[in-house]
């Protein structure tokens, strides 16, 4: 083993390792930003807003894992009820599997699900500061009549979710406070994919003094 973490992919000396063993939290943010090789997307939105699209052809991209709530929900469920704890339960199923495929030696993951809580959004953020992960939400968003106009056409799929789901998830969903990118799914795909790809080039490049700055 190395004298640093593996999630820390640039050469970096020892103290800098004991730093981020020994620092506090905000520290360790500063590290994981700068030397961290690791992204966790978590990609959301409404029901038939195009998320699933967008996190499919982004883990494509980036060859990257996609995790789906709604398959790994019909993986632990045979009849899911789509009650609060059952969410819960799949929600935290989703980080857990996120933060093992990190352990495992995936470099980024991509995260599929409406995320309309932030304890959800919480939960995959905690793994990926496990992970030593840098993590990106990405808001698919789209108007109430092209979302009900793809609701009603799409095929049977591991969704369950009708345009009633979609209205009901619409007035529960709680404003996304950290720092994101919102993506409106009406434009075409590979405009939309190029733009967070130019996100997350700029997202990655080094800039500790304005940390500094900052702290």
């Known amino acids: 083993q190395g004298p640093y973490p593996p999630y820390i992919?640039?050469?970096?000396?020892?103290?800098?390792?004991?730093l981020f063993l020994e620092s506090e939290p905000r520290i360790r943010?500063?590290?994981?930003?700068?030397?961290s090789k690791y992204m966790l997307l978590m990609v959301c939105g409404l029901p038939g807003?195009?998320?699933?699209?967008?996190?499919?052809?982004?883990?494509?991209?980036?060859?990257?894992?996609?995790?789906s709530s709604d398959i790994l929900r019909k993986e632990m469920l045979a009849k899911p009820d789509y009650s609060e704890d059952e969410k819960r339960n799949?929600?935290?199923?989703?980080?857990?599997r996120a933060l093992e495929l990190f352990r495992g030696g995936e470099e980024t993951v991509v995260l599929d699900a409406t995320y309309y809580k932030k304890e959800y959004v919480e939960m995959a953020k905690k793994a990926a500061q496990r992970a030593g992960s840098m993590s990106l939400i990405i808001e698919c968003t789209i108007s109430?009549?092209?979302?009900?106009?793809?609701i009603g056409s799409r095929a049977k799929g591991p969704s369950d979710a009708d345009f009633g789901v979609y209205l009901k998830?619409?007035?529960?969903?709680?404003?996304?406070?950290d720092e994101h990118l919102t993506i409106d799914?009406?434009?075409?795909?590979?405009?939309?994919?190029?733009?967070?790809i130019a996100?997350?080039?700029?997202?990655?490049?080094?800039?500790?003094?304005?940390?500094?700055d900052a702290g």
Do not use: W
């Open 185 to 196: 799914c009406s434009r075409p795909l590979g405009e939309n994919i190029e733009r967070i």
């Open 90 to 96: 799949v929600y935290r199923a989703m980080a857990s």
């Open 199 to 212: 996100y997350l080039e700029e997202m990655e490049k080094p800039d500790l003094q304005d940390h500094r």
């Open 169 to 177: 998830l619409r007035g529960r969903f709680e404003p996304i406070e």
């Open 144 to 150: 109430d009549s092209e979302a009900k106009k793809r």
């Open 29 to 35: 943010l500063i590290l994981i930003l700068n030397y």
């Open 9 to 18: 992919h640039r050469p970096v000396h020892r103290p800098i390792h004991r």
């Open 49 to 67: 807003s195009g998320k699933t699209t967008i996190a499919q052809a982004l883990a494509r991209r980036l060859k990257a894992p996609h995790i």
